[in-house]
């Protein structure tokens, strides 16, 4: 029988356990799919053999682990050494197959792939084996249920390697055999039924691994098979393909048109007659001028060389249309050369769908201004062209929407992009205006504006873009008013490529919005330093605090009624080695920027209330604390270790946040405010009366204390219009119960008037600048008898 004689010579191949196991076997393959089935099977088991090593690494870590006090330890290393070695070897022979017959298999590799992984199988199902053997008799309890729960994950990674069967029973039966002596050498009665326990899982398991090798084998076979039938059709729809279209053509040996078609007639727009008294080269000359297709077809022609797919353009009949041809030689019954045949199609459709396709490959689609792609190309060529010998100065204008996301927010995205397409026509608009410059998209509500030209021309453009998308905009009848800030650089003066000259640019650009938003600023070499010591001291403040360059100094806050230090306010210094202090106008904002003001804010509460908890116990401590942190919902929990951490009560701790905290604020913010102060720590606004100052947070979010600016007092003898705002503040505030605090008292004239108007306490250098903690007993001692003796400011400073 042929099914059975190909089982039996499959059988051959497969090596002895498969002769023994033809029940397992699926019918084989036919002869010319038998290679790649084996190759594919082969390829399949070593795959997962990759996955499968790392669970046999893993087993042999942990099990030196768990049995090194009980077991030999020679044997344990051994084990875990050869167990190492075996999956090292398979993974650089499996490697080493891969890369051999990466191009194709043969007969002679599959056979070795066999014997190879066959082989390993065996050597490592023997290893395993010896574990059992070894470990069970003189284990715990515990480690008993290890050793039987290993053993019975092992043989069940016989699944893993289950498209080669014999691979599977030669790892698999050397291990149920090792197990089952294992469990009875130590003669008990339940190792013995647990073994013949084990012996049926296993059976279970060899049975469902020898089905799972047959269906693996079968839906192999099938893909195989599939393949191979794909690739036959494959090949049919090609010849179909090639021999077929829309149109067929043929000329004589003279080059004149002997075969038309009607829808060749139609796609030329031209009668069969006319074209029967026409050569195709005549009909060719008749294209648009200077199209490739038609000069190579006219050669091929004249060479009588076949040519294929060539597109020609045709502006007779209906308009412009596009056909593709391809035609070759023919020979008579003679052998002469008796003229051309070959097929053509009308493809003008294609054609625009190709052009249109590609014309939205370099536009923006809501905009229709060229997009990114386009810039990076134009910009390229606009750099090296500048950089050349006596090259025109090129510019590059980045444009960023200012207020842009409060109207898309407010209003939808759909009027967000109506608004962007008005921004693009005044873009188009302007640079209209001026031929030398392109406008493109970049992305959001960022555009560009690549300038060629003198940089006072970009100049000038760059304030015509400020005030043209400054205008007013009509969005379905509603008024949207934005700006926009623009940021100028030049090449080759300020870079040669579009990566540079596009990132100096946006630092322009960032100094326009800094610098107040609505205008124009050009790249100059200051900008780049700043952005080059943002990042130095951005990688410098990790590493800093970390090695403890920083550190809190402490400014006291002083009563005004007793001239007695009632606090202080805990601030960041940092010392940089070979440079010295580092202003916190500099850290704050950067840490701000890159989220490590919180790890920040966590360091300087743990700190401040460590080194406050050794003061009197009058004495708070205030703790400046970033927006960012405050709104994190882990905040409460944070403070509240610190203080358990310490020992410093709760009442003594004040939490510092500015005003900024309630812009947009979330259900987390009023959270951590009400958490707090319900567990007795103090809230103090900060900065109070600049910036974003609401009269209603003071209603709407519970706070104990704000604290007045310094800019209220520094003018405080000479400008009335400053200490009738200090009044009114003091006014609402004791109506509130809520203590007030003025910084930035430096005289003693200020201090008494601020006394007589009775607020509650101030800092400042009249007192005493920020000291290191050391210097705390000595500032609660020393200020009082400074401020009863009236000192001048430079006494009490120093």
């Not at 597109?311 to 008579?332: H, M, N």
């Not at 700190?607 to 709104?631: D, K, M």
């Amino acid at each position: 029988m042929p099914g059975d004689a190909m089982r039996e010579r499959d059988g051959e191949k497969g090596g002895w356990l498969a002769r023994r196991l033809l029940w397992a076997v699926a019918e084989a393959p036919p002869e010319r799919y038998r290679l790649q089935v084996r190759a594919d099977l082969l390829d399949e088991t070593l795959k997962l053999a990759n996955i499968s090593a790392v669970t046999h690494f893993a087993v042999a870590v942990v099990l030196p682990i768990l049995f090194w006090d009980t077991a030999s330890r020679l044997y344990l290393a051994g084990l875990f050494a050869v167990v190492t070695m075996i999956i090292g070897l398979t993974l650089y022979t499996n490697r080493l197959y891969r890369r051999r017959y990466a191009d194709g298999v043969s007969e002679v590799g599959v056979a070795l792939g066999y014997r190879i992984s066959a082989g390993l199988a065996l050597a490592l199902g023997l290893t395993w084996a010896t574990m059992p053997i070894m470990l069970f008799a003189p284990a715990s309890n515990d480690q008993r249920l290890i050793i039987v729960a290993t053993a019975a994950g092992l043989i069940s990674d016989a699944y893993v390697v289950g498209p080669l069967l014999s691979v599977s029973f030669l790892f698999a039966v050397p291990l149920i055999l090792g197990s089952f002596v294992g469990l009875a050498r130590s003669g008990e009665g339940i190792a013995l039924s647990i073994g013949v326990l084990l012996v049926v899982y296993a059976i279970f398991v060899l049975a469902s691994v020898a089905r799972m090798s047959r269906l693996s084998l079968e839906r192999i076979h099938d893909r195989v098979r599939v393949e191979d039938q794909g690739q036959t059709i494959g090949l049919l729809l090609n010849e179909f393909e090639a021999n077929t279209s829309d149109w067929l053509w043929e000329t004589d040996e003279a080059g004149g048109l002997q075969h038309v078609s009607a829808r060749m007639a139609q796609a030329l727009g031209r009668t069969e007659e006319d074209l029967h008294s026409t050569s195709l080269a005549t009909l060719l000359g008749g294209g648009a001028p200077g199209d490739d297709g038609m000069a190579e077809i006219l050669a091929c022609l004249a060479a009588r060389e076949p040519f294929r797919e060539k597109l020609v353009a045709f502006t007779e009949g209906e308009g412009l249309r596009w056909l593709r041809l391809s035609g070759k030689p023919f020979q008579d019954r003679r052998g002469a050369f008796a003229g051309f045949r070959g097929v053509g199609s009308d493809v003008t459709a294609s054609r625009a769908a190709e052009e249109r396709i590609a014309y939205l490959a370099t536009r923006d689609a809501l905009t229709g201004l060229s997009n990114r792609a386009v810039f990076r190309d134009i910009a390229q060529t606009a750099c090296r062209a500048a950089a050349a010998p006596g090259g025109t100065p090129k510019s590059l204008l980045y444009l960023d929407l200012d207020g842009f996301k409060l109207v898309n927010d407010s209003a939808g995205h759909g009027a967000g992009d109506a608004l962007l397409r008005q921004v693009a026509d005044r873009i188009r608009a302007v640079t209209a205006a001026a031929p030398s410059a392109h406008g493109f998209r970049l992305g959001g509500d960022e555009f560009a504006i690549l300038h060629r030209g003198p940089v006072e021309a970009a100049e000038a453009l760059a304030q015509a873009c400020v005030a043209a998308l400054g205008e007013p905009y009509w969005i379905d009848g509603v008024r949207a008013e934005i700006g926009v800030s623009v940021g100028l650089a030049h090449a080759p003066r300020d870079a040669t490529d579009p990566e540079s000259l596009l990132r100096k640019a946006d630092l322009a650009l960032y100094t326009a919005k800094e610098s107040g938003k609505g205008r124009w600023h050009a790249f100059d070499a200051s900008l780049e330093r700043r952005a080059q010591r943002h990042r130095e001291l951005d990688a410098a403040m990790r590493p800093a605090l970390e090695n403890g360059e920083m550190a809190l100094h402490y400014q006291p806050l002083v009563s005004l009624a007793d001239e007695h230090v009632v606090g202080f306010e805990a601030l960041l210094r940092w010392t940089r080695p070979g440079e010295g202090a580092v202003s916190p106008a500099e850290t704050v904002p950067i840490a701000e920027s890159t989220g490590f003001v919180i790890e920040i804010g966590r360091w300087a509460l743990r700190t401040a209330c460590a080194e406050a908890a050794g003061w009197p116990e009058a004495l708070r401590v205030a703790v400046n604390i970033s927006s960012i942190h405050f709104r994190l919902p882990g905040f409460v929990a944070e403070v509240e270790a610190a203080l358990q951490a310490t020992g410093l009560a709760p009442n003594r701790l004040e939490i510092e946040i500015t005003e900024t905290i309630f812009l947009g604020s979330t259900p987390s913010v009023i959270e951590n405010l009400r958490r707090l102060r319900a567990s007795g720590v103090r809230i103090a606004l900060d900065d109070f009366g600049t910036g974003f100052s609401s009269l209603s947070y003071l209603t709407q979010f519970p706070v104990d204390k704000i604290k007045i600016d310094r800019a209220f007092v520094r003018d405080l003898i000479h400008r009335r219009e400053c200490l009738t705002v200090i009044e009114a503040i003091m006014v609402i505030a004791r109506d509130l119960a809520i203590d007030v605090t003025v910084e930035g008292v430096e005289t003693v004239q200020q201090a008494e008037l601020l006394r007589l108007k009775r607020c509650n306490s101030a800092q400042g250098f009249l007192y005493s600048p920020a000291r290191p903690a050391r210097e705390v007993p000595g500032l609660i001692e020393s200020i009082p008898l400074k401020a009863r003796r009236a000192l001048p400011p430079q006494a009490s400073a120093a």
